[in-house]
């Protein structure tokens, strides 16, 4: 990481050069810092689990599809790969993409106007997945699931027909824990959101650059920068997710005990299956004693 530190100092934002998005970001310490910061959690995770493919002997740059679904994290997502790119530090094209998923009141208008006003290469889709959804979900019950896979199968389409290895998620290090407690108090198993996934079909990568970025500096970021956010009123309007007590448990922790949520992360780095309970894992039938061996 040297030497992205090194390359960062000698391209610093505080000079107000950079992306389009960029243009009216504040100029003060504390917004650089941040910045900054975001840039490093966000290289780290690409450098940690090899996120850029080796170089194509035909000199073909690889092409990432980039998820904007009008949130915070997801332009925060966009904001920062741009950032790199300008850096130097990441040779790949990007294109963002908007699933207009046909939500009531959605504003159509406004991330193309965005997208198209920066200069970044996009593409808005419209399936109207929303019909679906409320037609095959009981009352009652949350659209989150088949809200996804809906989404995320024709996400791998665009994917497809936009000539992109790889699709970019704006899911964050909160999201990962969220997922991984959500998993372990009702799913039975320990699963979280891996940075980086194969898809089924095996032809496209599903990366997650954000996974090392806390939500409280995307938050910070978001607002700083003025993203022209779009709530979710699908999803986002019903109560009692199961999500949300993970959240609100995980911030529990973190303000009882600063910095638990890093230490949590790391964790999921850090696992030995010995010490676990998975017999596919790690063989404890062939675990058997050397007498003699401490004699040696």
């Given at each position: ?5 090194d ?13 389009s998005?960029y243009a009216?970001?504040?100029s ?18 690409i450098?940690?689990?090899s996120m850029?493919?080796?170089?194509d ?7 990432w599809?980039v998820?904007?679904?009008g949130?915070k994290?997801s332009y925060?997502l966009?904001?920062?790969?741009m950032d ?9 094209d ?8 046909g939500?009531?009141?959605f ?7 965005y997208?198209?006003a920066h ?8 399936r109207d ?9 009981p009352e009652?019950a ?6 996804s896979?809906?989404r995320r ?15 970019v998620?704006?899911?964050h ?10 998993n372990f108090?009702?799913?039975g198993?320990?699963?979280?959101m ?10 496209v990568?599903?990366?997650r650059?954000m ?6 500096d995307?938050?910070?970021f978001?607002?700083a920068?003025a993203f ?5 009123d699908?999803?986002?309007s019903q109560?009692g997710?199961?999500r949300n ?13 600063p ?5 949590m ?6 696992t030995r299956?010995?010490?676990?309970l998975d ?14 061996k401490a004699?040696?």
């Amino acid at each position: 990481m040297s030497d992205v530190i090194d390359r960062m100092e000698t391209t610093d934002p505080a000079a107000g050069a950079g992306p389009s998005l960029y243009a009216d970001a504040p100029s003060s310490v504390s917004f650089n810092k941040l910045r900054k910061r975001l840039i490093r959690n966000v290289r780290q995770a690409i450098d940690d689990f090899s996120m850029i493919p080796a170089a194509d002997p035909g000199g073909k740059r690889p092409r990432w599809l980039v998820a904007l679904s009008g949130g915070k994290d997801s332009y925060g997502l966009l904001a920062l790969l741009m950032d790199l790119q300008w850096r130097g530090m990441l040779p790949v094209d990007l294109i963002a993409c908007n699933l207009d998923q046909g939500q009531p009141n959605f504003p159509k208008h406004i991330l193309p106007d965005y997208l198209a006003a920066h200069g970044v290469p996009h593409r808005i889709e419209y399936r109207d997945t929303y019909s679906v959804v409320t037609a095959k979900v009981p009352e009652g019950a949350t659209y989150c699931a088949l809200c996804s896979r809906l989404r995320r199968g024709n996400l791998y389409r665009i994917a497809r027909e936009e000539g992109c290895e790889a699709l970019v998620l704006g899911h964050h290090r909160d999201d990962i824990l969220e997922t991984f407690f959500l998993n372990f108090f009702h799913g039975g198993r320990l699963e979280a959101m891996p940075p980086k996934l194969l898809n089924d079909d095996g032809d496209v990568m599903v990366l997650r650059p954000m996974a090392y970025c806390a939500e409280e500096d995307l938050a910070r970021f978001a607002e700083a920068l003025a993203f022209p956010i779009i709530p979710c009123d699908l999803c986002g309007s019903q109560d009692g997710l199961q999500r949300n007590a993970m959240k609100l448990m995980i911030g529990d922790i973190e303000r009882r005990m600063p910095g638990r949520k890093d230490s949590m992360i790391r964790a999921l780095s850090n696992t030995r299956p010995s010490h676990l309970l998975d017999r596919s894992l790690f063989d404890f039938a062939g675990l058997t004693t050397q007498p003699g061996k401490a004699d040696i």
